[in-house]
């Protein structure tokens, strides 16, 4: 696990340091994709482990086998600054701020839409 924060960490350096670029955005809209698949891959992963039992909105869910994901805590986190990153790179100051934020918005309501239909689809006794 501490590879990898260290290479999250490197990556995201370099794409701070390195000069607005087509290459530059490629490479960040790609650290965007994957953000997001990661993310998601995490909350299909909870949803799957707790069939049968409702997720409660704030809170650890019932069956939690880690301490740590590492698909969530790295996916939206990578989601953000990609954006960011991109924003950045092909817009001006105000997308660098607002594209980051539409995009985590985004994420969040497709995530939140899959807890609520997990949540509808569990029977309550």
């Known amino acids: ?40 891959a995490a909350t299909a992963r909870t949803l799957r482990e707790n069939r049968g039992q409702r997720l409660p909105w704030l809170g650890r869910p019932p069956v939690h086998p880690r301490r740590w994901d590492l698909l969530s805590g790295s996916g939206a986190p990578m989601m953000a600054f990609g954006a960011g990153v991109f924003g950045r790179t092909v817009g001006s100051p105000t997308t660098a701020v607002v594209l980051p934020i539409a995009v985590v918005a985004a994420i969040t309501g497709v995530l939140c839409a899959a807890q609520l239909r997990h949540n509808r689809r569990v029977v309550t006794p």
């Open 1 to 40: 696990m501490g590879v990898w924060f260290v290479a999250i960490v490197s990556a995201g350096v370099a794409l701070i340091v390195a000069p607005p670029s087509t290459g530059l955005a490629v490479v960040s809209a790609l650290v965007t994709c994957v953000g997001g698949g990661l993310a998601a």
